[in-house]
Structures are given as C-alpha cells and as structure tokens.
C-alpha cells in the first residue's frame, strides 16, 4: 500500500540520516522567493534539530510519493502537483524553512547527495504501488492540508513558520486546554488558549498546574499557570489603587527586577500586568530571565499566567529584548483567552 510505504519512508532509518548532518538549500530549484528568518528566532540543540530533520524527511518523502504519482499516472497529475502546491501554501514551504534550519545549526554544512538518496529511496519504495494506492494517498493529501498531520511533523512546521512571530499562531492554531479536574485546580475551573506547537509538560512545583514549552519542548521560551488560594477577594478599586502606587515590588519574586506593570481586567476579574527581569541559576549556569506575568484575582484564589524567555546573560541585549516583545504580543493573546467558566453560572 502507498500509505504505508510512504510511512517507512519517513521511519527512523532516512530520518537519522538526515539527522546527521545539514541539510542544503534547495530553494532556487523550486522557484522560491521566501525571506530567510534571522536565526536568533530558533533555538538550536539537538533535540530542535531531531525535530526539522524528521519533518523534512516527512516532506521530502511526500512530495517523492506525489512527483512518481503524477509520472506514472499522468491523468492524476494535475491533482498531484495542485495538492503539493496546497501543502507548500499552508505551511509555508516547509521543506526549506526546515533547510533552513538546519544549515544554521551545522554552520552550512552542505550535503545535497544525501536529500537526493532520501528522495531515491522514496521513489524505490513506492514503485510497486497500485493506481488505487496512488488515488489513496491523494486523499490523503487534502486530509493533511487540512491540518491532519502526525503530530509532531505538524508541530515542526508550526514552529518553524510562527518563531520570528509567535502570536501569530494563535490565529488558526491554537488550542484550548482547560484545568478542570487537575488535583492542583482546587476545584476551578481556568480555561486558555496556547499555540498548537506548544509542548505541555505538567507543573513540578505544587502549585504549578501547567506549563507549555516553545519548539514543542525544545525552545526557550516557557508558558506557565499557577494557582494558589487567597485568604479574601481583591476588588478592581483595590487593584487601580495599588497601581497608582506603583507598588509593583510588592509582587515581584526574589531576584527579579520590576520594569512596567498596569491594571488590567480579564474575564471579568480583577487582575495587574507586570513586566519582570532577573538572573537565575540551573546548577552552576546562570540564565538571564525576562519575564511577563498576568496576575489575576478571581473570588478566593490567586491565577498567575507567566511567560519567559531564558537567554545567556553575556547575549545580545537588542535580539533578547526584541524577542521579548514578540513574547510579550503571544503573552497578551494568550491572558486574552483566559475564562473562569464557573463565574458564570
């Protein structure tokens, strides 16, 4: 069947070749004027780079089954090339970004022989397909242009696309998660939005219920939810008076540093925007921390919705603050999804 040979040839096997190495720009052959990201937007390590290579085998793989599809059956030609222009349009020529990529993570290193063997191995797989194996992967195809990809190719190309400007995923792929039933919810029920490519990894702290990382775990950007009961309410005349004092120290962690805060309402609730910088230590490295935190406060409880951005204290302050702002512009959207759903009833 075509589908399965399209799937082994996506298995591990072609990807850890890839891996392996970088992988070329093949952009001109393909007629590309997409601009280059800066590659400050990624974050490079080897898991980031498992990541782009599995996805680009997946792609090269596909579009090795669509090319022999439209030579060996002409008459489904028009289809083949119209669905991988379609794959291509929706997510953003994800092959190259992936090339992309990878080249910055090997320093350029070239190795066009090894996408090509990639591709012969493809093409060697699926010759024995049948003209229905053939109509079914089509069918296929528009199910993935729609979205129903395997998950983590899926979330490959997310990121790739969406890390120069992470709010912008929040547009048409973006997905709801909610805490009911967590045993560190205390019995609330918090609903938000978080982009698609966002790994979930449940909170190691008691209070922490969630927290989502950026490049599907791989990144150094961190969404967390928190949740702590309060001994009373806070009104918003509370919440506009302690802004009008600036007393923003007052919510400020140890090591942390201040730099803009406001009252804001969301969801109905009475709630402060605070902007935080500070050095943190993992074992004997220290991480520069930028912070933005929501802090809101429903009847009896205390919700912080932070968002952090990681980097080398020695960094480039320019790229760490303009990554911080595109943070920030994802951190609001996200706050702006934000719903107490039993305030309602």
């Avoid at 399209?6 to 007629?31: D, H, K, N, W, Y």
């Avoid at 008459?75 to 990529?101: C, E, H, N």
């Avoid at 729609?146 to 998950?151: C, K, N, Q, R």
């Avoid at 943190?280 to 919705?305: C, Q, T, W």
Wanted: neutral net charge; proline residues 5%; contains cysteine.
């Amino acid at each position: 069947m075509l589908k399965s040979s399209f799937q082994r040839i996506v298995s591990a096997a072609a990807l850890f070749l890839i891996i392996t190495f970088a992988m070329p720009t093949i952009g001109q052959s393909e007629g590309i004027s997409l601009p280059r990201p800066d590659s400050y937007h990624f974050t490079k390590n080897t898991t980031s780079v498992q990541l782009a290579a599995r996805m680009l085998g997946y792609v090269v793989a596909q579009n090795a089954s669509l090319d022999f599809i439209a030579e060996t059956y002409p008459d489904l030609a028009p289809r083949a090339f119209s669905l991988k222009r379609g794959f291509k349009a929706t997510f953003s020529f994800p092959s190259q970004r992936a090339i992309w990529f990878l080249e910055d993570a090997y320093n350029g290193v070239e190795t066009t022989d090894l996408i090509e063997n990639t591709r012969k191995t493809a093409i060697k797989q699926i010759k024995t397909s049948s003209r229905q194996d053939a109509i079914l992967m089509l069918d296929e195809m528009e199910l993935r242009i729609d979205g129903e990809v395997s998950s983590t190719e899926l979330k490959t190309m997310l990121w790739l696309k969406f890390a120069p400007h992470p709010e912008d995923e929040m547009h048409n792929w973006a997905i709801t998660y909610s805490s009911a039933g967590h045993p560190k919810s205390n019995g609330m029920e918090i609903q938000l939005k978080i982009p698609l490519s966002w790994r979930r990894e449940e909170g190691n702290r008691p209070h922490i219920i969630s927290k989502w990382v950026s490049q599907d775990g791989s990144g150094d950007m961190i969404i967390t939810l928190v949740l702590k009961k309060s001994p009373g309410s806070i009104t918003h005349e509370e919440i506009e008076a302690f802004a009008k004092n600036n007393q923003w120290e007052e919510l400020t962690p140890n090591g942390f540093t201040s730099t803009n805060g406001a009252a804001v309402t969301l969801d109905r609730q009475p709630a402060v925007s605070l902007d935080m910088t500070g050095i943190g230590k993992a074992l004997d490295v220290e991480i520069l921390n930028h912070a933005r935190s929501y802090i809101i406060f429903p009847v009896d409880n205390v919700v912080n919705l932070s968002c952090m951005l990681g980097s080398a204290p020695d960094g480039d302050l320019s790229i760490i603050e303009s990554r911080f702002e595109k943070l920030k512009r994802l951190c609001r959207r996200v706050a702006l999804s934000v719903s107490f759903p039993d305030t309602y009833r």
